[in-house]
Nanobody, 123 residues
Framework: VQLQASGGGFVEAGGSLRLSCAAS????????IGWFRQAPGKEREGVSC???????YYAHSAKGRFTISRDNAKNTVYLQMNSLEPEDTAVYYC??????????????????WGQGTLVTVSS
C-alpha cells in the first residue's frame, strides 16, 4: 500500500499548480482521501477531502481556490490549486483513510500517508 504525492514546485503569487496523489496496492475510491499541508514551524492542517462517496470538503483557506477531484481509472486524486498565495507555501501531503466528520481535518482520521510534495509561492 503506497501513496505517491507529486506536482509541487515553485510558483509566483496568483499562479496555479495541480498536485497528484497516486495510489498503489488499493483502490482510492474505497477510501476518503485528504490533502494536508504543513508549513515550517506550524502544525499539519487539512486542506481538502474527498470521501469515498465523492462528496468533497474544503477548509476555509481553500474554498473558491482549490478543487479536489478523483480519477478512478488512474487511481489518482488531484488537488487543483489556483490563485496561490505566499501563505500557501508548505509541504503538501495526501492521506487515505475512513475519516468521519469529526476526524476529517485531523491526521488521526487517516491511515496511509504519502511522502509530501513541496509547494513554494513567491510574493
Amino acid at each position: 500500500v503506497q501513496l505517491q504525492a507529486s506536482g509541487g514546485g515553485f510558483v509566483e503569487a496568483g499562479g496555479s499548480l495541480r498536485l497528484s496523489c497516486a495510489a498503489s496496492g488499493f483502490s482510492l475510491d474505497d477510501y476518503g482521501i485528504g490533502w494536508f499541508r504543513q508549513a515550517p514551524g506550524k502544525e499539519r492542517e487539512g486542506v481538502s477531502c474527498i470521501r469515498s462517496s465523492g462528496v468533497k470538503y474544503y477548509a476555509h483557506s481553500a474554498k473558491g481556490r482549490f478543487t479536489i477531484s478523483r480519477d478512478n481509472a488512474k487511481n489518482t486524486v488531484y488537488l487543483q490549486m489556483n490563485s496561490l498565495e505566499p501563505e500557501d507555501t508548505a509541504v503538501y501531503y495526501c492521506a487515505a483513510g475512513h475519516p468521519i466528520v469529526s476526524t476529517m481535518w485531523s491526521t488521526s482520521g487517516y491511515r496511509y500517508w504519502g511522502q509530501g510534495t513541496l509547494v513554494t509561492v513567491s510574493s
